[in-house]
């Protein structure tokens, strides 16, 4: 019988004699990515989650197409411009409206999308930085089966494109450095203005991508600040034009205030908490002090190992300048946090715990590149290179397995995880008697943003215009009282929603004081009046 075996030799031969062999971590960092948008489309099967800022969104994508502008509607129909929140989100779910995709339903499926583009873009970047198609893999695999990525790519809310345009800039940023094409740079800068569109924090990216410029051009010749000036003008002209157009029609030119309220302990806790919980999970019990310091230590080392090799060698053996991307995501990973800091105590008076975590969650992407980038500059050659790739490798493989035990779980069994898109599943008899309110009917609410997502219309606020980022309601408060008092005597519903032992006090006294009535109700739902329901 003739002896068909092959020995594990000959097979390793003949796989390293296939000449795309060299391409095996793009096919499995790109069907991770398959994977991940395939998940979370099954995780989303019965609706992306939604809150308050969702709302903002899909109002502003609305308005678009409708030729309202980037705008909300009150419950009167008068058009009143957004201007707390930036159009970048609700431009990229308007421009999926114009090929009929209902806007909720748009932002389900552009961010399980952009959760595979996201874990792609990853990869790749980690590639070109190391040079390891095994870091590429690990490092995607890691984003990918973090829990709180996994969660936010579930919502319809804006971190997933800031991710992308964070991602994709340093991506073009680092093609631009190493092959010198102008429209890369342009492209780059493009991309940069279009994220600060996004997310305001987007405005961190315009000086690491000055500074990645100066620091690699030490000579500081003409192209190196012709450089700077493109990066300059084109990032920061469609942000300059927004809070232009902020200021012409509402006289503020990004609805805040420069008032100092300083950040209290526990964000400052809840922050770097979140950070230092990426690399040192909680279940190792390490007192908060020594946590932080080995975040601190882990930091310090990968700046003077990048220092160190950028001046002993600047060339890698093969003739190749040192990539970039370390130096760009590091300068990137600082300033993004001076910023978080700096709209926390002088803009935003509304941050809480949950909104840090939040706002954190882009700096997970950031930091994998940064750590796997930085650290695998010990060794570029011979023993030295084989022992830092298997540290990062056994670290990335251990990280990538403790961040799945969290996440398979959560997309398996989510339970109830997606805020008002669980409510209106549950509380079906509350979202049925909200729909058929009749259209010319005036409605009051104590939640109006939870209100629009059940009714698809907008209410009165029950306590006037709170301003979230002031901490302060901007409408005389007695006065306001006084126009739902006379909304109500002329036929106005009070629409109460939430558990009703947690009533604001403004409600119970209106009921009280002018002898309201329930017309009908529901669980979570009650609908007062002076009259009962027509």
Known sequence: MRDISIKSSDLLTRFEGWKYARYYWLIIVLASAVIATTADLWLTRAGAGASGDSVHY????????????????????QVIPITGFPPGFSLALAGLGLINVPVFDAGRFLNAVLFGLNTALLGWLLYRATRSGLLAILGSWMFMYARNIVQIHSWVMSEPLFIFLSLLSVVLLDLY???GKLALLILASLVIGYAGLTRYVGLSLVPAAILTILWLNPKKSIKSW????IVGVISLAPLVLWFWHNAEVSGNLFNRQLIYHPISKNLIFTLFNELSYWWFAPSLSMPWKFRWGLLFLFFVIG??????????RRDNPDGRLTSPVSLITGIYAAF??????FNTTFIDASTDEPSIKRYAIPLVAVGIIWTFSTYSLIGRQ?????????????????????????SVPFVLHPGFSFGYTDDRRNWTCEVDMLKNIDAQQVVITNDYEEYYFFAGRPAYALTGNYDPYLGKYVDDFSANIEGVESMLQKGAFLALLGDPDLYPNEANALIGDMGLTIASGCSHLRLYSLQSIP
Request: aromatic share 8%; glycine share 10%.
């Open 336 to 341: 993004y946090v001076v910023v978080l800091l």
């Open 177 to 179: 450095l190493q092959r």
């Open 226 to 229: 012709r450089d700077v000036l």
């Open 58 to 77: 899909m109002q502003g994508a609305n308005n678009l197409l409708s030729g309202n502008g980037f705008s909300r509607l009150k419950a009167n129909g």
């Open 382 to 406: 011979g023993r030295s290179k084989t022992i830092s790739q298997i540290v990062l490798l056994l670290v990335g493989l251990g990280m990538t397995l403790f961040y799945a035990s969290k």
């Open 303 to 312: 700046v003077s190992i990048y220092l160190y090799t950028s001046h002993k």
